[in-house]
Each structure stands twice: as structure tokens, then as C-alpha cells.
């Protein structure tokens, strides 16, 4: 209990380096086993091979030898033939090389080599009682005497004593050369158990792993992510409880501090809304009428837009969609100059002139005349970008009134900049023109305000359309056809770089041509 107590304390690095340990010391433990009773059974291997099979032959013939040398000594005593005494000598030159390639041969073992010497004792007896008295009476012509000593019993004796002391080390030879052929099967079999106690020891730590892993990892993620998930409904009051290691507690522990500051930080909004809506009323109501949008539906078109301001409740950027008709959308995205009260009206009054001359079937062009009328008395100045998109004819047309260049990136990647068609609409008047350009299905455009890339590149430094239409092309075609994921991506990507985020109005809104819909 207390080892297991001590395990939970530590963290997952440690954790992993005891497992790693006790799988190592284990398999190197069997790996040690194993190498042992190989080298043991190498050895006798070698041994067999090399030695003990090689004396094996030689003592057969060593034995054919003394036996050759006894018949070719019957044969020259019998017949008086000097080829038989030539054959007897060579026989016994053979026996005596042999004998001498086997003390060789098994110079390690000293059982055998003594053997050997008790072998040649037998075969020098057998000659001093034999073959040198035959010889010496042959060479005298005494045939009868050399045949009657050839057959004396000392003679046979002797020789029977060579054969017996040759053959029983011939056994001796094969009794050894089976032991360790034995050893070498044992070894064989011992390996199969090794292995298999190998499998099952590899079986077992992939078990006790994938324990440990669903233990230390999977499980602990599992209910910080059930915590998490909880956490994320509107109250965001669930807390997120820490588990498993040390280092997945102390992720919950972070997850937890973030938690309640999103809470406060929500408290906070909303008491604000609030005070607003009870203390301000007419600038709610003009909150509500910003954020007042008809849906606008047109088969094969994903949209997806957002409007933050930097301080206050009211942004001075706006978008609006509006359905002409089942075939074609307006769209437009603006931004009001100052602040307070008399900027905020004539955002208004341009919005609804826009929203108004766009529903009644006027090009963008003409739009952006009738709004501009709206200010010529007003100190604020409006940028805005309109467009048409018709889904019929695969265009869009657009008038952009001294804003920001629209960011249209193809299917094919490629990016096109709906630059300034006309000036901004204020008391100078002016006029506008507009443009029509393909927007086919797969391809994505974007239209923002200028607090999307102001001050947000490296150094402060304003960022370019051609940085959006970079984040946009990294992603894959599918993702560039959902409308919110690409405005979540490019949010996100120029948010993370930025050290001065939200310090303006932020204005984005995402029109994207489903492929699916033609």
C-alpha cells in the first residue's frame, strides 16, 4: 500500500522511468538467462563439431587400422608375399599417425588423452608379442616358427587387448560425443521455454502498459475532459477537478484558474450589459439594431461574420447580409469614423439606407450613391464595401467605397483583391463604380475592417490582405468551405501573433461557395 501510495505521488516522467526500468531489468534478466545456457551450449556445440565427431572417425580408423595390420601379418606369415609385409608396416605407420592426431585432437581432455596412452600401451604390447617375433622369424625363413608364433595365446591375447582398449575408447569417444549432442537438445528445449516465457513476459508488460497507460493518462483525460466539457455549458460554474499524476492535476489546476477567470470576466460583461440596458437604454436600443440581421438564405453560400468593438458595448464597424431574391445575395461590410453619439447615427441612417436600396434591387454602385447623400452634413466619413453575389450567374459585383481590399482566394489558391472602386462616402461627395468578377463554387472571400490588420504584424506594424489570403490558403479545401472555420482560423492566427489586439473596432465577415451546391 505504501509503494502504492508513494507511485500515485509521483509524476508521469517518473512514473514512465520506473516502467521503463522494471521492463528493462526484466527483459535483460531472460536476455542474461538465455545467453548463458547459449554460450554454455555453444561451446559443447563447437565441441562436438569441431572435436569429439572428427575423433569419432579417427578411432574407426584406428581400429580398421590395427585390424588391417593383424590380417596383413597372417597374410605375409601364410603366403611370404613382401607386398603383405609392406601393407603390415603401413597399417601400423597409420595406427601410430592416428593415435597422434587424436592426442591432438583432444588435447583438452585429459580422460581421453589417458584413454589414448592405455590404447598405445596396448598396441606396443601386441607388437613386442606378435608382430615383432613373427617378423624377426620370417626374416629368418622359419615359416613354421614365425606361423606357430603368430598363434601362441599371449599373441592373441595381446592382440584381442589392442582391439578391446581401442574399441572401448572408441565408446568412450561416442558416449561423450552423445552427452553433449544431449546437451545441445536440452538446450534447444530449454530455449523453447525461454521464448515462450520471453512472449509471455512481453505479453504481460504489454498488458501491465496498457494498464498503466489507461490508469495514468487515459483516464485522468477522460474526466478532466468530462469536466471540461461541463465547464463550457453557459454558466461555466462546473469546476474542473485534478487527477491522476501530478502533471495531469496540475493541467486541471491551470484549466480550474482559467475557468474562473473566464467566469469573472463573464460576471463582469454581463453586469455591464446590465447596467447598460438599465441606465442606457437608447444606446442599447442602438445595440440591437446593429446586431438585427434577416437570415439570408441562398442555396450554395455559407456565411459567417463577427463585430467586436475595442472599448464600450457599440462597435463603429457593422456587416449586413441581405436575400435579394433565391439566387442572389447583398452583402456589406462598413466602418464608421469617430465616436459617441453623432457617429453612431450616422452609422445608422447608412446602414438603413444600404439594407434599403439593396432590398429594393439597386446595383452596389448606385447603393453606395444614395448612402453617400446621407452624409454630405454629417463630420463623419463611412468606408464600406458592397457587393452582389449571384449564385446563377457565378459572380459577384461590388462597389468598395475607400475601404479595405476584399480578399477573394479561388479554389485553385489563387488571390484576387477587390480594390477601391470610388472614394468614401462623406461630404464630398464623389462617385462610384463598380466591378463584376467570377466567385465560383470553392472559392472564399473575405471582407473586414481595418482593425483586423492594424498594428498586428511583426513590430507593430500593419499586417497586408495578402497575410489573410496566406492564413486562407494554408488551410485544406474543405475547411475553406466552412464560412465559420475560416473566420475562427484567420481570428485566430492574426490574434496569436498580435501584442495589440482588439485596441480597434474589428469588423470580419466570411462568404464562402459550397461545391457540393452545383
Known sequence: M???????????????FIGFVAIAGTLSLIGVIVGLQYLITY???????????????LADNLLLAQASASGDLSDYVLTDRNRARRAHQDSIEDADAL??????????????????????????????EDAAPTLELMEQGDEAGAARATNLPRAWDAYDAMIAATTDFRDSIEVERDAARDRVDSFARQLGWWLLSLALAMLAIVGASFGALNSWVLFPLRSIRRDLAKAATDTHTHPIEGTGPPDLIAVATDAELLRRSLVTEIDEARAARTGLAQDAPLVA????????????NVAGIRLAGTSSSAEGVLAG???????????RL???????SGHGTAAIITALRVKDLLRGALATGLDPAAAAELAAVSCRDDDNFVTAFIAIIDTESATMTFT???????????????????????????????????????????????VFTDGLIEGHGADGTDLEPEDISRIIRSLDAPVRQDADEVLARVIAGIRSRSATWQRDDVTALTVCRSVMAL
Do not use: Y
Open 99 to 128: 593415435i597422434r592426431l587424436l592426442e591432438v585432437t583432444l588435447d583438452d581432455d585429459a580422460a581421453l588423452v589417458g584413454q589414448l596412452a592405455g590404447v598405445r600401451a596396448a598396441q606396443q604390447v601386441w607388437l613386442n
Open 285 to 296: 436600443q442602438m445595440r440591437s439594431v446593429f446586431d438585427q440581421r434577416s437570415p439570408a
Open 43 to 57: 561451446s559443447g556445440a563447437v565441441r562436438l563439431q569441431e572435436r569429439l565427431t572428427p575423433a569419432a572417425e
Open 400 to 446: 468598395n467605397a475607400g475601404h479595405q481590399p476584399a480578399v477573394l482566394v479561388t479554389a485553385d489558391k489563387e488571390t484576387v483583391l477587390c480594390e477601391g472602386t470610388g472614394p468614401l462616402m462623406s461630404s464630398l461627395g464623389g462617385s462610384w463604380r463598380q466591378e463584376t468578377i467570377p466567385l465560383r463554387p470553392g472559392d472564399c472571400l473575405i
Open 330 to 336: 447583398a452583402l456589406v461590410v462598413a466602418d464608421t
Open 2 to 16: 505504501n509503494l502504492r501510495t508513494n507511485l500515485r505521488d509521483q509524476p508521469l516522467r517518473r512514473r514512465l
Open 317 to 327: 464597424d457593422w456587416w449586413d447580409t441581405i436575400a435579394i431574391d433565391a439566387n
